[in-house]
C-alpha cells in the first residue's frame, strides 16, 4: 500500500485503498452514524477552534485566505505539532485518509491541514 495522505468527504463510500480512515472535523458529521462510519479516529483536535471555524462560516468564499493563516497558526502550536507529527507518522507507514463533512474539501481547513503535514515532510532533516 503506498504511503501517503488523501482526501475523501466521509460520505462516499469506504474503500479498501483508504488505509487509516480519520475524520478531521470537530463537528461530527450530519447524517453519519458512528457505527457506519468505519474510522480508524476522529482527529477533532486538529481541526480549527470553534471560534475559527465560526467566523470562517459567516463568509467562506471572501475569508478564505485569511481562515487559512490563522488555521495555520493554530496548527502551529506546540500541541499540535505533536498531534500532527502523530498523524504524519500514520501517513509514512501507510495510506491515511482524511475525512470531512464540507462540501468541497479543497476550500476546507482540510486543504490547510494537508499542506502543514506535506510542509513538514519537507522539512524533515536526512539521517
Known sequence: ??????????YEPVA???GTRVLV???????????TAHLDEWAKDLSPSNELRSWFHADREERFEEFSHRY???????EQRERLAELRT???SGTVTLLTGAADPSHSHL????DELTAENAKKPEK
Open 1 to 10: 500500500m503506498p504511503s501517503g495522505f488523501r482526501v475523501k468527504r466521509v
Open 25 to 35: 472535523d470537530r463537528l461530527w458529521p450530519r447524517g453519519v452514524k458512528k457505527q
Open 16 to 18: 479498501e485503498a483508504d
Open 111 to 114: 486543504s490547510v491541514l494537508l
Open 72 to 78: 495555520a497558526a493554530e496548527l502551529s502550536a506546540p
Open 90 to 92: 500514520k501517513g509514512e
